[in-house]
């Protein structure tokens, strides 16, 4: 008899070096990259590589259809798809798309779907190529994006070095915020208990933020514009305390992050401070924020726009592991999932 | 109100012609093709092209696993994806896959999934790049294929000419066959009765080619090293009929098939000879075949390798539609799917 072990047991990770003990290392020239990056590269002839990356979106899984509309369910499949090519500094191009059906969806909700992938493949410039539609038990979406980079424009994740400033775009944890309004809003209309519904208008920057994350292209090509190139880059998908870790994991360096440096909008300590939770934690490890996480050398500081970012941190020698200082000048080793309230645990032995 | 139309009311073809609509033509001189054939097609530069396809498979839709095994699905998965990049006469480079995992699939499971899928992509020549592994509520496995070829080497649907020999690779029907084999056990199985087994070891043809279809890239490099291209190419997923119609459509023409040519394996003819069915049928409309239907200038017949196809037809003007000659002589008007039987159906109308 095979064994069982579920993959809860391995997780998701230990699932990815399982993969990879079974496909091994190609021995293909073309081949820059493989499974483990954002996005997998390969040259393409005259200096240029293409990415790819693929991820799906299933019902009940990832979204839930009772406030996520299709047409920005369209547009988030693409944008977080498109969010992984930007992460390896290059350009998405081409889209394809696999929808899986039940039969409670209509030709009209296909069409709102296509219509919020469509906007959000004009505002990147990706062409969708076509794909597949087929039966299906559960709403199911999936995008495989190509973009196209000169081979030394590329950014990976293992490039930092210690002493790289640790920069992040936009802001954190609104998406997690427009999350927990919006889980909130369906509680309470389940229960029928209008009076405790939240005044949706208040919040509309953290909901949209949760429905139609916008990948950050614009960062991206102001940094070709400015000639500058992060030694690092990440997309901040599962929250920043998880992509700090990948980050310096990849690089074998440490971080040392300034907690009350984390941009954070007024609209997300609202929905926090609604909800008595600590903000800090929406930041952390809320996720799906598809906001950039780089490492910068501290001389490209001046060539720089400074409204595109905020320094967080600083990497350090990997001993250091990845620590926070919080506001009161606490410092605490940071996990890289999980709720962590800040100021609450420490662990002396990995902050050294 | 916005009005509910099911999917099944406009069917897959007419799904993609409403999708067309909102996705539009892309004005972008580096895409030669886009929704519509085997596989879209751009430029990579230096007179060279990338195709690029993407399919589902779904449990309970597209495989039921109770006797496909993972290994099988991983082979399977990546072959009907290759079978797509090798029906636009490109050699297939590079893979990405997604899989979404019931909490009922295993790590050891989804390692044969990986196995199987692994040694398809080195058969292929193929890379696996990487992709996505998640939650999902049925076994779900989407599979993106990117290939290659020069840009003058391409084959759409849509080159055949009136008078150009209609041909196959390999033998039609078997796949089927296998599937009724399988589901015939499983039948047998549930109904706990072992008498009624069929003998799966005179089955073994049909079965592998259920489970485990291989791509005809062997063809398409054969054609490549005789200086031999086809002037239309699609490969046989859905039956024969459907693809020859798929074929005369894209191209503006009708074609005159001889039924007795075409080629049928005598484990297939036993199988339908066991089921008391019409062995044609299971060739017209099985599907899940993955060889090549083509289109050749007889001019081109005697650079070819008989051994590696039939020629079944004639392409002929459009308003000839399309028709096959039975062994008795008779001819009938031939419908693009669905069940029909030779010599009980005729539609002169069509036929013209």
């Known amino acids: 008899m095979a064994s069982f072990t579920p993959v809860s047991d391995v997780g998701e990770f230990g699932l990815i070096d399982r993969i990879r003990a079974i496909v091994g290392e190609p021995e293909r020239d073309d081949l820059l990259a493989g499974i483990g990056d954002d996005a997998a590269v390969y040259q393409i002839g005259g200096g240029r590589v293409h990415v790819v990356t693929t991820d799906a979106l299933i019902e009940t899984v990832h979204f839930d259809r009772s406030f996520m509309p299709m047409e920005y369910l369209g547009f988030k499949a693409m944008s977080v798809n498109v969010s992984d090519v930007v992460a390896m500094n290059a350009t998405p191009r081409y889209a394809t798309i696999v929808l899986g059906l039940p039969s409670n969806v209509s030709v009209e909700m296909v069409e709102a779907f296509y219509r919020g992938a469509q906007r959000a493949a004009a505002r990147y410039g990706t062409v969708i190529l076509g794909g597949d539609t087929t039966a299906a038990r559960w709403l199911t979406v999936s995008v495989t994006v190509i973009g196209e980079a000169e081979e030394d424009a590329v950014v990976y994740r293992g490039g930092a070095q210690p002493g790289d400033l640790l920069c992040v775009t936009g802001d954190l944890g ?154 009161t000048g606490e410092i605490i080793s940071l996990e890289a999932a999980g709720y962590q309230h800040f100021g609450t645990a420490r662990s002396d032995e990995e902050a050294s």
Not at 176 to 202: F, I, N, P
Not at 278 to 295: I, S
Not at 314 to 324: K, L, M
């Open 174 to 327: 609104a998406a997690y915020a427009g999350l927990k309004v919006l889980l909130h809003q369906q509680q309470r209309l389940r229960e029928h208990d209008a009076d405790a519904a939240l005044d949706l208008s208040a919040h509309r920057y953290v909901i949209q933020r949760q429905l139609t994350p916008t990948a950050r292209l614009d960062v991206v090509q102001d940094w070709a514009a400015r000639g500058v190139q992060p030694t690092a880059l990440i997309d901040i998908s599962d929250g920043l305390a998880s992509e700090v870790h990948h980050l310096c994991r990849t690089s074998h360096c440490g971080a040392h992050l300034y907690g009350a440096r984390i941009p954070i909008d007024l609209e997300t300590r609202q929905v926090a401070d609604d909800f008595a939770e600590e903000v800090d934690t929406y930041a952390l490890f809320g996720g799906e924020d598809y906001e950039l996480l780089f490492a910068l050398p501290e001389e490209h500081l001046d060539r720089m726009n400074p409204e595109t970012f905020t320094v967080i941190g600083r990497f350090t020698d990997p001993d250091e592991g990845v620590r926070v200082q919080d506001p």
